[in-house]
């Protein structure tokens, strides 16, 4: 089908005022910067909503993109015509001749005229229109309630929009409206679930990965910057912090408890992180953490992690059930990165029993008796690599790396 243009409407109406011009002057400036491989399409505001005009753009490919589009709910591609009855009904006709309805399809007009000097009211070019489309389509049966097909006609001064599709966008709230943090990112299925859920809400994201040469290979650093290209997808680009955590973690392996080794891991992550983060000038983590899903994720686990970091901690699946997240995965386009079978450093060090009520005094006693660990969480973050990432981006990591895994076990 040939549309002429494209309807797009924002979301989360209650906001108001001077917000809500912010919220939808963000999205436009989101809009512009996804409709750049289109050039001659043109973008129109108003109130509540964009329209962009088509110019002979491929109107199917825009779709794709604008859905990414935070703070955007629905797109609805639009055929325009004359402000006439006429035009009206005979484009109505051909729309629907192009739709394959099946015998039987339930059906309405739902009409609306915005231009109040057109002759007809709503109610009466709900009739008008649709009487002869009755006749011409015997597989249409009327139903006012839930119909099948709905036929929508904005009529206005300066043309008449009919359109029957709504197609459902992101929604949340426009990129980077709400804030900076840092993400936790490792090679799984839940960290990018958790990175989307957290950019869907208006925050930009910095990822924080943390590697461990030689034991962890350059696939699975490849494979962590492949996830946060998918998730620059929906902001356009996205910084990655790569974290050196070798000696950290080869350290929690001599002090003899190897139940409390992902415990003293995790938390060292975090003060990493909250050190990006002051750096990035961040004000939240963001983990993958689901209640109960791995002994780190108790809540006697959550709680003694979650100390050693003053920043608030987000947890955005927190209460979500394991095959929820997987859907959202696959939706977003990482669920297929995720299962990829590289090593992450936590799956590497993972005692036979970790614990999952893990002793604060305990744990802190430890981290204390370790008395280079502070100097060697200063020198993780001074050897950070920063890169930012765009969909665009080809990833390659220094191929003089060695891996000596194999060798290692
Ligand atoms: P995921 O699927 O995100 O890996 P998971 O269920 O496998 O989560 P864990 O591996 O225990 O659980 O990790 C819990 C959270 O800790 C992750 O969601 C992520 O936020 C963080 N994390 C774990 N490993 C790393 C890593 N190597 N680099 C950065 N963050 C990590
Ligand atoms: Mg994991």
Not at 75 to 99: G, Y
Not at 103 to 128: C, I, Q
Not at 184 to 213: Q, T
């Amino acid at each position: 089908m040939k549309y002429d243009m494209l309807l797009l409407r924002f979301g989360e109406l209650t906001l108001k005022g001077r917000n809500r011009n912010r919220f939808e002057n963000t999205v436009l400036k989101h809009v512009k910067s996804v409709l750049r491989p289109f050039p001659a399409a043109t973008i129109q505001k108003e109130y509540g909503r964009l329209y962009i005009v088509i110019n002979g753009e491929d109107s199917e490919s825009m779709i794709k993109e604008l859905k990414k589009v935070f703070g955007l709910y629905s797109v609805s591609p639009v055929i325009v015509c004359p402000s006439e009855l006429d035009a009206i009904v005979e484009t109505s006709t051909s729309f629907l001749k192009q739709m394959p309805l099946k015998d039987g399809t339930t059906f309405k007009v739902s009409a609306r005229r915005v231009w109040k000097k057109f002759p007809y009211s709503s109610h009466e070019m709900n009739h008008l229109v649709g009487a002869p489309l009755l006749q011409e389509f015997e597989q249409l049966k009327i139903s006012m309630k839930d119909p099948e097909l709905e036929l929508r006609i904005e009529i206005r001064e300066t043309g008449t929009y009919i359109f029957c599709e709504v197609i459902p966008a992101a929604g949340g709230f426009p990129r980077g409206s709400n804030g900076k943090a840092m993400l936790l990112l490792s090679g799984g299925i839940d960290s990018p679930v958790a990175g989307y859920s957290a950019m869907r809400r208006g925050l930009e994201v910095e990822a924080v990965h943390f590697y461990s040469y030689p034991f962890t290979s350059r696939k699975a650093k490849e494979k962590v910057m492949e996830l946060a290209k998918v998730l620059s997808g929906y902001s356009g680009r996205i910084k990655i912090h790569l974290v050196p955590f070798t000696e950290i973690q080869t350290s929690f392996t001599t002090v003899g408890q190897d139940n409390l080794i992902i415990t003293l891991m995790r938390r060292s992550m975090l003060r990493i992180a909250t050190m990006l983060a002051e750096r990035e000038g961040a004000l939240a983590i963001v983990t993958g953490d689901s209640l109960g899903q791995v002994a780190s994720q108790t809540l006697p686990s959550m709680n003694v992690i979650g100390r050693a970091t003053e920043l608030p901690l987000l947890r955005p699946l927190v209460t979500m059930d394991k095959n929820e997240i997987m859907d959202i995965a696959k939706q977003i386009g990482t669920y297929d990165l995720s299962i990829l079978p590289y090593e992450d450093c936590c799956t590497l060090f993972v005692p036979k029993s970790p614990t999952t009520n893990p002793n604060l005094h305990v744990v802190e006693r430890i981290e204390a008796s370790l008395e280079n660990l502070p100097t060697m969480l200063e020198d993780a973050v001074r050897r950070t690599e920063s890169v930012v990432l765009t969909p665009r981006s080809v990833i390659e990591t220094d191929r003089d790396e060695e891996t000596i895994q194999e060798d290692w076990f």
